[in-house]
């Protein structure tokens, strides 16, 4: 035995991962629609909600599931936790080393939007 408990905390991480990643998502898309110069107030109030709702929700989310200790943009060296050393990772699968890349195409899809609606 010994294995389902570090099984459970990557498992666990990779969701709180994902998570992070969607709400980061979306505040980037909408400032990225802001940025590009399409501007209405109901898009500015949803950059505002979508940033400051994906800061709050970080600091709820984003803690280690082991010891439930803040990870902030550090928090984790090598795949594991600063503070307990747990892995949080394991880089095998395809998928979780190019997570980053839905937030980068959200960012793209934001951008798109706002063009195609603003060239009307
Ligand atoms: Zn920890």
């Given at each position: 035995m010994g294995g389902s408990h570090e099984d459970w905390v990557i498992t666990e991480f990779r969701a709180r991962e994902q998570r992070q990643n969607v709400a980061t998502g979306v505040t980037l898309a909408s400032l990225a629609g802001l940025a590009s110069g399409f501007f209405t107030e109901g898009l500015a109030l949803m950059a505002v909600i979508a940033t400051v709702g994906s800061i709050l929700f970080g600091f709820s989310n984003w803690s280690c599931p082991s010891c439930s200790k803040h990870l902030g943009k550090n928090g984790v060296r090598d795949g594991c936790?600063?503070?307990?050393?747990?892995?949080?990772?394991d880089d095998s699968s395809w998928m979780e080393r190019h997570w980053h890349l839905?937030?980068?195409l959200l960012l793209l899809a934001g951008v798109i939007v706002a063009?195609?609606?603003?060239?009307?």
């Open positions: 936790c600063y503070s307990c050393g747990v892995r949080l990772k839905g937030p980068a063009l195609l609606i603003r060239s009307r």
